[in-house]
T-cell receptor, first 115, second 113 residues
Framework: EAEVAQSPRYKITEKSQAVAFWCDPI?????LYWYRQILGQGPELLVQ????????DSQLPKDRFSAERLKGVDSTLKIQPAELGDSAMYLC?????????????FGPGTRLTVT | GQQVMQIPQYQHVQEGEDFTTYCNSS?????IQWYKQRPGGHPVFLIQ?????EVKKQKRLTFQFGEAKKNSSLHITATQTTDVGTYFC?????????????FGKGTKLSVKP
């Protein structure tokens, strides 16, 4: 069964450093999402792509976070500089389309710890 | 702003007991999805409800969508240790035109064998 791939699985970084996370969605899935999940909370959407275009980045802290999906396939989420409050699980998800009726397939996530 | 709320936050049951989690939205939803996240895992899609008053069953799991499409529930009959995890409901953000979701905070279920 096809899966969403993410790397790294774990990342420890010092505050003020730059970090990057990578996501490879299920083949053929046009829609890609990046979520942040704080322990004990539900996933919170950071950015949504449709192919290579950003559909929604209203919750992305743009002063330090950036995301790209240059060829409409895999995607990178970057934080620079990292802050202590960025410690969380970063989840990538993909779906076949953008409509209301599509389920989302999540990757295993990247656990970020900022020290 | 738009909110999706779930209760209870935690539920501890003895194996074999039933379990119910409730989801309430501040706005009317066109549809609602449920996900399960095992400890240390990632959310996995369980089901989607679309119609007012809809009831769907998956083995021991029963999902309901309220008549007003502002609430939903998940009921598990005779829980098993394999049911352990956090159950999230999620509704379309801002009317759902973009297909993105707002998740509740989840209900964490623990099952004592």
């Amino acid at each position: 069964e096809a899966e969403v791939a993410q790397s790294p699985r774990y990342k420890i970084t010092e505050k003020s450093q730059a970090v990057a996370f990578w996501c490879d969605p299920i083949s053929g899935h046009a829609t890609l999402y990046w979520y942040r999940q704080i322990l004990g909370q539900g996933p919170e959407l950071l950015v949504q792509f449709q192919d290579e275009s950003v559909v929604d980045d209203s919750q992305l802290p743009k002063d330090r976070f950036s995301a790209e999906r240059l060829k409409g396939v895999d995607s990178t989420l970057k934080i620079q500089p990292a802050e202590l409050g960025d410690s969380a699980m970063y989840l990538c998800a993909s779906s076949p389309g953008r409509g209301l009726l599509y389920e989302q397939y999540f990757g295993p996530g990247t656990r970020l710890t900022v020290t | 702003g738009q909110q999706v709320m779930q209760i209870p936050q935690y539920q501890h049951v003895q194996e074999g007991e039933d379990f119910t989690t409730y989801c309430n939205s501040s706005t009317t939803l066109s549809n609602i999805q449920w996900y399960k996240q095992r400890p240390g895992g990632h959310p996995v899609f369980l089901i989607q409800l679309v119609k007012s008053g809809e009831v769907k069953k998956q083995k021991r799991l029963t999902f309901q969508f309220g008549e007003a499409k502002k609430n939903s529930s998940l009921h598990i009959t005779a829980t098993q240790t394999t049911d352990v995890g956090t159950y999230f409901c999620a509704g379309p953000k801002d009317g759902g035109s973009q297909g993105n979701l707002i998740f509740g905070k989840g209900t964490k279920l623990s099952v004592k064998p």
